[in-house]
């Protein structure tokens, strides 16, 4: 519904599809409850994402409430997920970060994810959302590209905002965390932002190995469909996990790809 206290104004936008979940819901496999358990994760996902929006939430150094709120907007519908802010470098980070933790999150329930995050004129109110940022998101993620979300230069541009060296070096740790500038045409958000850094390490955490765990199950799952615009989509991921995640300190083995037809 439209509110007053929303307006139409320059927003980040990220728009994600479940890749598969529109077939898997007409399929005789088809179960409401796992919906509903990727739904409610989703939600906690973002939840957590959001931690620091509650306006009477304490900062636990300082003991004051927090300077800057991140309020998003939310919706889902059916295998699309919409999620946006208004146009500020503090809400470009918290958006990038949310995406990664979104995508990483929904590879548990056996789905790849595939959007784009954009800037532009947008109102999002609840379910209402209308607007030219929303039309370039979509557009995006119907290239048909490989199962990452792309990001807009203009995006990118207010992530990297810095008014000091401080700015700079925290601006610098997190792109290097969060985004990947390889293996495509255009910057996108890293699927193995995590679990990357852990690669580099002896020892992996039980969450880290779970979480990988759950990564090598679906790509390895997707890598057997004989379908060639799916084969190529998992073809590609598991091309980034043996780049990113294998052969480092950690010793993880490489998913095996199937020989070309």
Not at 31 to 42: H, I, M, P, Y
Not at 237 to 261: D, T, Y
Request: net charge negative; aromatic share 10%; proline share 3%.
């Amino acid at each position: 519904m439209i509110s007053e206290k929303s307006k139409f104004e320059l927003r980040h936008v990220l728009y994600c599809d479940l890749l598969g979940f529109s077939k898997y819901s007409k399929s005789e496999f088809f179960e409401a409850a796992r919906c509903f358990r990727l739904f409610k994760q989703l939600d906690e996902l973002i939840a957590d994402a959001s931690r620091h929006i509650a306006d009477d939430e304490l900062n636990e150094v300082s003991g004051r409430k927090y300077d800057y709120i991140v309020k998003p907007e939310v919706i889902y519908c059916s295998d699309s997920l919409v999620i946006s802010t208004p146009a500020t470098n503090i809400d470009a980070m918290w958006l990038f970060e949310a995406a990664a933790r979104i995508q990483n999150g929904i590879c548990a329930h056996g789905f790849l994810l595939r959007g784009s995050i954009v800037t532009g004129n947008l109102y999002h109110s609840g379910n209402t959302i209308f607007g030219p940022a929303i039309v370039d998101a979509v557009a995006k993620d119907k290239s048909g590209g490989a199962p990452v979300i792309v990001i807009d230069e203009d995006s990118l541009k207010y992530f990297c905002l810095a008014n000091s060296d401080e700015d700079e070096e925290i601006v610098k740790i997190r792109k290097h965390q969060l985004v990947a500038e390889d293996d495509y045409d255009a910057p996108y958000i890293d699927p193995f932002w995590i679990s990357k850094i852990a690669a580099n390490q002896t020892a992996i955490n039980f969450e880290t190995r779970i979480n990988l765990d759950y990564w090598r199950a679906l790509i390895e799952t997707g890598l057997k469909n004989r379908s060639a615009n799916i084969l190529g989509k998992y073809t590609w991921m598991a091309n980034r996990f043996n780049k990113v995640i294998c052969n480092k300190a950690s010793n993880i083995k490489p998913i095996v790809l199937p020989q070309p037809i």
